[in-house]
């Protein structure tokens, strides 16, 4: 945190870029983007079987229908979570994330260590994260790149037919849609 601030006083120092245009960057990836935006997409493939075939088969399409479109969200593919498959994203290269619908992308996403480790022992660093995955389900890495960006959809989970679509999405966390954790069944 206190390299990100003194770079940004350079920059001030420097007129490179004024506080108030930082201020508007932040603004914009705390309420315009985010993983609440994700959690819609999610929440209405949920709900719209219609939505979500499209979803699963045109990602960046779709998700621009929701109005979550900008940079680093040009071109997505969704990847589903199933009874027999659990997705995981990490971008091995560097940090490519799909920021319209999730947000800034955590710390432990950027580390090396993870972006190393997941793709060689996925099911040990899922572990770490508190997920364990039964043996007999298939772990899928995609790799995001300057290309592509990949979301996972989590599977819905038991007791939640009932909800609605605010409700549903207040449920999806950014971590579900990377693949390092489940979705609570609700009791």
């Not at 709900?47 to 990602?59: I, M, R």
């Not at 995981?88 to 947000?103: A, D, H, K, M």
């Not at 972006?115 to 040990?124: C, G, L, T």
């Not at 966390?173 to 954790?181: K, L, P, Y």
């Amino acid at each position: 945190m206190l390299r990100v601030r003194a770079l940004e006083e350079l920059m001030i120092a420097k007129g490179l870029v004024t506080p108030e245009a930082l201020d508007r960057v932040v603004d914009y990836y705390e309420r315009e983007t985010g993983p609440r935006n994700g959690a819609s997409v999610v929440a209405k493939a949920w709900t719209d079987p219609a939505f979500k075939a499209w979803l699963l088969s045109d990602g960046t399409e779709a998700i621009h229908s929701m109005g979550f479109k900008g940079y680093q969200g040009e071109h997505m593919r969704v990847v589903e979570n199933t009874d027999n498959v659990h997705n995981v994203i990490v971008c091995t290269l560097c940090s490519c994330y799909p920021w319209p619908v999730l947000g800034l992308p955590p710390a432990w996403y950027k580390g090396s260590a993870y972006r190393a480790r997941v793709v060689r022992e996925p099911r040990a660093v899922l572990a770490e994260f508190g997920l364990d995955v039964p043996e007999r389900k298939e772990i899928r890495v995609w790799d995001s790149t300057a290309e592509i960006r990949y979301m996972v959809l989590p599977q819905r989970p038991a007791g939640t037919d009932g909800m609605s679509l605010e409700q549903l999405a207040t449920i999806v966390t950014r971590d579900s849609m990377i693949g390092t954790s489940l979705i609570a069944t609700i009791v």
